[in-house]
């Protein structure tokens, strides 16, 4: 493993525990939404609101 995917992993773990672990999936799923010029946003908001309300 290189030094900087170890410091990555590091630097990420406080996210990714608890509640940020629960949300994780409603946020990576609005960032691929979010790819899509002028409809992105708008597909992506529903996604928002889950990981709002899981992680807030």
């Not at 995917?5 to 990714?16: E, F, S």
């Given at each position: 493993m290189?030094?900087?995917?170890?410091?990555?992993?590091?630097?990420?773990?406080?996210?990714?525990?608890?509640?940020?672990?629960?949300?994780?999936?409603?946020?990576?799923?609005?960032a691929v939404l979010k790819i899509f010029p002028y409809v992105g946003h708008t597909a992506a908001a529903p996604t928002d609101a889950c990981a709002d309300a899981i992680d807030p």
């Open positions: 290189t030094a900087l995917l170890r410091a990555t992993l590091v630097a990420a773990l406080p996210l990714l525990s608890g509640c940020g672990l629960a949300a994780a999936p409603c946020r990576v799923g609005s």
